[in-house]
């Protein structure tokens, strides 16, 4: 009996250690994250050779309230047409890729089709292909469509994401009964009122978490509108800093940041909800 | 039963409607593209807004494209660097992040602020630089480069014997551009693998429990296990940012005379769109880099998804089925 007898005192040193080495990385590196952000917010408005320690000393409010300058000679100068387009080229892309990938994922989901194992494995097998590979040929195609400068030849190749329909049809599998589905048809809703208004409630945090990743790899994408866009007024605005050196940085990161604030309370508990079952 | 199977079927072709936008989409946008980067790969195409004419035609041999590929030291330099840096990036990443994922989500040890550092961990994805200009990719890179130098100095002037040689290797731009990848792609790791992890229902875990498995062991035999699809997700995730990542080594100088920070996908960004517009051997690049990523997604899908002992059930019973046909 002896063998067995756990030495409690040793088990509760034991997970106290563990607990502590936790919380030491997790500190660690949450400052990690953070401090390029800090850093971001406070030296972005002004350029300037200054160590990274007095820029984390420095007050933040004081130099915003000196170059509010920058920020309005921004917004009057020519540049500003560079963020709109950023703005609509991403919420364009963000809205249509959630609205196709959620239809698709119920179609493969809901419904009995001769194709639908089919598509299934030609998503999971197109998953694995790096979008830019297609990009040369996508540029002599848009040439080829006389399309270069038009901001739509970058918002469709965006729209279309497999693993976005992926996760999609992960998330719905799990939380998605037939019964939901032959109850609205029992009392005479159509198709396409069913997804609309059944659906896509449902998915919220699925369509939430993915918004937020969409939004961003839009906004940030730098090889697609580099080579599709030609005219300085049609650019997005990463390119912006080309043209205009004294762009504050904190335009160019604002959006995503307010998009995730405002999505972020869906993020966390939609990816944790989504099952695994294939 | 003929009148059920009428109404199953008028609902069915919803299916088919549902699925056309993304079909009839992917197909013009991406589909076509790739094959045309196929095409052009056994082309002929060197200057801006010519016909693409098939290599035979003009009696070079086909493979002109890829031999000269494979013969370009740049492209050499190229397929080296993304390999080192994907594997460096990839080991230490992954480790921590399903070891932080674990550890937040285990049962026994009840973590305080759990959301805070979700979010935290998740932010660097979020504001992944862009290539030209990422003053944030920049801070990133200043503030590990401190940490590094710190580090490094303090471990120097304590005399530990190190030499300002032995730091060089620190400072390189190699190192750098691993640990800044490392940070980029370490956030959506981990909030997969929590996703993951807290998918898996929780009797499981409570058995393991009560039959004295430590941690170790429950991590190995049931949490990875019971993740295969997740893992297989994150797998494919991380091999496609990984190999075609373009933006990290960039945000370093996207012309380095070394070629120290050169990567695939750069080294096909600067043929086709910088200047140069040699599309053909581009193409051939593209080609082969979709081969290596073809292939070693097939291997992630042989190692995750694939069910070997329903495949080994269904020969069997083939082999039985034929048995008695036989006999």
């Known amino acids: 009996m002896s063998d067995n007898q756990l030495d409690l005192k040793e088990l509760r040193r034991r997970e106290l250690i563990l607990k502590i080495t936790t919380y030491a990385v997790s500190i660690i590196i949450t400052a990690l994250f953070l401090t390029p952000f800090v850093l971001m917010f406070t030296t972005s408005l002004e350029p300037g050779q200054k160590s990274e320690f007095e820029k984390l000393m420095a007050n933040p409010v004081k130099r915003i309230l000196k170059h509010w300058k920058t920020i309005v000679l921004f917004f009057q100068s020519d540049v500003r047409i560079n963020l709109y387009n950023s703005l609509i080229v991403s919420f364009f892309s963000t809205v249509g890729c959630m609205y196709v990938s959620a239809l698709t994922a119920y179609s493969l989901t809901a419904y009995e089709w001769k194709f639908r194992k089919f598509l299934n494995n030609f998503i999971i097998g197109v998953m694995m292909i790096p979008t830019t590979i297609s990009a040369i040929g996508y540029y002599q195609m848009v040439y080829d469509w006389k399309m270069q400068n038009h901001l739509s030849m970058v918002i469709f190749p965006a729209i279309v994401a497999p693993v976005t329909v992926f996760f999609m049809r992960m998330y719905l599998q799990s939380t998605f009964s037939m019964e939901i589905l032959e109850s609205a048809r029992l009392d005479g809703a159509g198709e396409f009122r069913i997804f609309n208004n059944f659906i896509l409630p449902l998915m919220k945090p699925a369509i939430a978490t993915q918004a937020i990743f969409c939004f961003a790899k839009v906004w940030y994408d730098a090889y697609i509108p580099a080579i599709i866009l030609v005219d300085s007024e049609k650019r997005t605005l990463p390119f912006a800093f080309n043209i205009y050196v004294a762009t504050p940085d904190i335009i160019t990161y604002l959006p995503p940041l307010l998009v995730f604030a405002f999505f972020s309370k869906h993020i966390v508990e939609g990816v944790s909800l989504g099952s695994v079952k294939y | ?327």
């Open chain 2, 1 to 327: 039963m003929s009148k059920k199977n009428r109404l199953k079927n008028r609902y069915n072709k919803w299916g088919y409607i549902f699925a056309i936008p993304f079909v009839v989409l992917f197909l013009v946008f991406h589909m076509w593209p790739l094959l045309s980067t196929i095409a052009y790969a056994f082309c002929d195409m060197r200057r801006f807004e010519c016909v693409p004419r098939f290599l035979p035609s003009i009696g070079e041999p086909w493979y002109r494209n890829f031999q000269q590929v494979f013969e370009s030291k740049s492209y050499n330099d190229a397929f080296r660097n993304t390999w080192i840096f994907f594997i460096a990036q990839v080991i230490p990443e992954w480790c921590i992040a399903f070891w932080l994922a674990a550890m937040v989500t285990d049962r026994r040890m009840k973590m305080k602020g759990r959301l805070v550092f979700k979010t935290a961990f998740f932010l660097p994805k979020l504001f992944q630089g862009s290539a030209l200009g990422g003053v944030l990719l920049g801070h990133i890179i200043a503030t590990a480069t401190t940490v590094v130098m710190y580090v490094t100095m303090a471990a120097a002037l304590d005399g530990f014997g190190v030499d300002l040689q032995d730091i060089k290797f620190f400072m390189s731009v190699g190192f750098l551009t691993v640990v800044a990848s490392v940070f980029i792609h370490f956030g959506i790791t981990f909030i997969y693998a929590v996703a993951g992890i807290t998918s898996i229902p929780v009797e499981l875990f409570e058995a393991a429990e009560m039959d004295g498995a430590n941690r170790v062991q429950t991590f190995f035999r049931v949490t990875l296990p019971c993740m295969k699809p997740m893992m297989f997700f994150i797998a494919v995730v991380t091999l496609v940012e990984g190999l075609g990542m373009s933006d990290v080594p960039a945000a370093f100088g996207a012309f380095d005379s070394l070629r120290r920070n050169l990567t695939m996908m750069m080294y096909i960004q600067n043929q086709a769109f910088m200047g140069t517009y040699i599309f053909d051997r581009a193409s051939a690049a593209s080609l082969i880099l979709l081969l290596m990523c073809g292939f070693f997604a097939v291997i992630i899908y042989l190692l995750f998804m694939k069910d070997w002992d329903e495949a080994k059930l269904k020969r069997l019973q083939k082999k039985e089925l034929k048995a008695m046909e036989n006999a």
